[in-house]
């Protein structure tokens, strides 16, 4: 947007208001600062969930390319693990607190692995480990 390639929108104006900046120097600096890394784009997660409610058209490109990422790599274990309906269990808070991600990863997931079904966590990821290591332990 900032260069002219991709037609203005509100997403432009919001990020970098976000990152306090006013150029497109200032915002890449701003993303390669240390300490920014992924806990930096997971604090704007939310604005473009945001935006992306309200119908920009940038915002939900990007959450439809994010939702696809995810369905594809879902259905990829899927298929190597040989799961036809598998059970997924989104972890982090971007699928349960995001609306449009949840949305567009759930239709997204239709698409790519017909079978599978999103569920919500039983317990932490612990849980999930010693829930692991007991059905394995049984089977030995």
Sequence with gaps: MADGRLPET???QRLWQ???AETPQQVKAAVVAEGFGP???ARLAPLLDELAGTGDQQALAVIERSAHALAVMVATVARELGLA???VCGSGGALRHLQQLR???SSALQR????ARLV???GDACAGALALA???ALRC
């Design 10 to 12: 509100a997403l432009r």
């Design 18 to 20: 976000a990152l306090a």
């Design 39 to 41: 806990a930096g784009f």
């Design 85 to 87: 309906q598998p059970a």
């Design 103 to 105: 949305a567009a990863f």
């Design 112 to 115: 790519q692995a017909p079978g």
């Design 120 to 122: 919500e966590p039983a």
């Design 134 to 136: 007991a059905q394995t």
